[in-house]
């Protein structure tokens, strides 16, 4: 590889590709990683999964994560709008041990605190700059990259690409997608100061307060300050004829309990709005290029999925170069495909999950306090982010999945529900889970 300026490129510095960076590092490669924004920066994604703990401690980062003084994490709230349901989760009942606890993140400090463990470990990083087109050159890729100082071009015989959302760097691979399984959803939000918490360990919980069109997220970053979110459908925001921040203050008033949570709040921060949500594309690999995180797909926040699985994506996205590099090859269309199937099926678990939290019927399941066959403990591992459903979790979970058929059906295993009436259009029906 003595002909190429770099063993690998990375494209993204958030966590995905921060920690493919540092992995890659601990093999001894030359990597660069390329970040298109300044850090810190503000970022969406905030909450954690205990099982992305593991991945963490492989990179190296973890013992800087604990010592940075974030909130611990130990389960999540969820409730219905009107409060008279309500569920806590604690990650130490579930099925797998070992998943007791995890972090709330500003993703700011946590991006640039793995992004600087990256650099610790001797990856190059150069921020405010794009990669804006990649070119198959005899045993690897030249990229061109814009930065401030001006534009220029690179070589390596591996790309990651951890670039997110972004379509600036429009590659095969992000061209074709998976229809969808979800509608397009839609996101607004910001950090509030005074929003009401629980006492003790669940004051660093994660609460989701479930309405008839989407729900809240309710995520403690610091003492003070707290990220408030609204999930909805784009249709719904539509329907309402009214700005986004003015869809999230009648939600919030046609919610007796977001209205208690949030009474005498206020923003320290302009609305902010993302969409685009719920996307898979078809194809995650090339021969010397892998789609890692939200680059390869992202279903939707409420199970706060989106950082481990770029976590989960970027360690075997390194396993997997480092497997064909050590044979002096590249990638084969099986291992390609065999990358694509894992993470969608990895991916795919919390799709099931998703479904069954917007299905009225499902929900309602998934909010009983039946214990019985362990199942309630499976669904409390998998909640953690153990995907990876061997046997003990797989029946279990499949279980869960007939219960909520059943539900929606008419067989009440569990008894419906009383959503709260909204101000807002019902959203559409989701999809059976």
Known sequence: MAQFDFDLVVIGGGPGGS????????????????????FPRFHIGESLLPMGNGILRETGA???????????????????????AAKEIIFADGLVPGLEYTYQVDRAQFDQLLLEHARSLGAEVRMRTRATALESVPGGHRIRLEADSGAGTVSAPWVLDASGRDH??????????????????????????????????????????RLDHGWFWL???????????????????????????EVFAQAVAASS???????????????????????????????????????????????????????????????????????????????????TRAMKRHA????????????ND???????????????????????GHARLLWPLWWRFQAFLAICWLQRRGIH???????????????????AA
């Open 19 to 38: 920690a493919a960076a540092a992995l890659a590092r601990q093999r001894g490669w030359k990597v660069l990683v390329v970040e298109k924004e300044q």
């Open 62 to 84: 973890w013992p800087k994560l604990e010592a940075a003084g974030c909130i611990r994490k130990y389960g999540a709230l969820f409730y219905s709008a009107n409060g008279a």
């Open 168 to 209: 600036l760097l429009a590659t095969e691979q992000k061209r074709s997608f998976d229809p969808s399984p979800f509608p397009k959803r839609f996101a607004v939000y910001t950090h509030f100061r005074g929003v009401h918490r629980p006492a003790g360990r669940a004051a660093g919980h994660t609460v989701a307060v």
């Open 219 to 245: 995520i403690p970053l610091t003492d003070t300050v707290t990220s408030v979110g609204l999930v909805t459908t784009a249709e719904t925001i539509r329907r309402a004829g009214a700005k986004p921040e």
């Open 257 to 339: 309990k977001l209205s208690e949570l949030m009474a005498g709040t206020e923003p320290i921060m302009p609305f902010r709005i993302t969409n685009d949500y719920s996307y898979f594309r078809r194809h995650l690999g090339a021969e010397r290029l892998l789609l890692v995180g939200d680059a390869a797909g992202f279903f939707d926040p409420i199970f706060s999925s989106g950082v481990y699985m770029s976590l989960w994506s970027a360690r075997r996205a390194v396993e997997l170069v480092a497997r064909a590099q050590a044979g002096g090859r590249v990638l084969s269309e099986a291992e390609r495909a065999a990358y």
């Open 348 to 359: 795919g678990v919390f799709q099931k999950l998703i479904a069954a939290f917007y299905d």
């Open 362 to 384: 499902s929900f309602a399941v998934f909010m009983s306090s039946e214990k019985r066959w362990g199942i309630e403990r499976a669904i409390v591992s998998v909640v953690a």
């Open 413 to 431: 295993v569990t008894p419906p529900l009383n959503y709260e009436a909204s101000v807002l259009d019902p959203m559409r029906p989701e999809p």
